[in-house]
């Protein structure tokens, strides 16, 4: 699957990066990015179970390929989650099902400083898309 310009954007933006410090600068920026979910989208049923912090996320499928929104009460999974939407941005869903997201995470230095819990956070978000597209 080759990068979306947001997935390039990212890959450039936090491999310059020279620690994590600034790498956890700008992944509060990048959770600045999202659209917003509207009140009626944060609900029960856009409700991703299996993280720790609230995470909502709402899926439109166009022709083959999916967007996805996302929204979360935690910064940092902000930038998770943008981040996230950036590499799947209009993907297939064969696309979907092949991603590798610790792979993706290791490639812009975040996968040391992931915790237990956000990587699993992370991990029941893809799932969570994998099963919307299946």
């Given at each position: ?18 620690g ?26 856009n ?79 893809l ?8």
């Amino acid at each position: 699957m080759s990068l979306s310009p947001a997935a390039q954007e990212a890959l450039d933006t936090f491999t310059a990066a020279p620690g994590w410090e600034q790498r956890a600068r700008f992944l509060m920026q990048w959770g600045e990015r999202l659209m917003p979910l509207s009140d009626d989208e944060r609900s029960d049923i856009n409700r991703v179970h299996g993280c720790e912090s609230v995470v909502w996320l709402v899926a439109d499928q166009q022709g083959s390929h999916w967007r996805f929104r996302a929204a979360s009460d935690a910064r940092l999974i902000r930038g998770l989650l943008a981040l996230l939407l950036a590499r799947i941005e209009d993907a297939s869903t064969e696309e979907l099902k092949a991603l590798d997201l610790a792979d993706w995470f290791s490639q812009l230095g975040l996968g040391r400083q992931l915790s237990p819990s956000r990587s699993n956070g992370m991990n029941a978000v893809l799932g969570r898309i994998r099963s919307m597209t299946a």
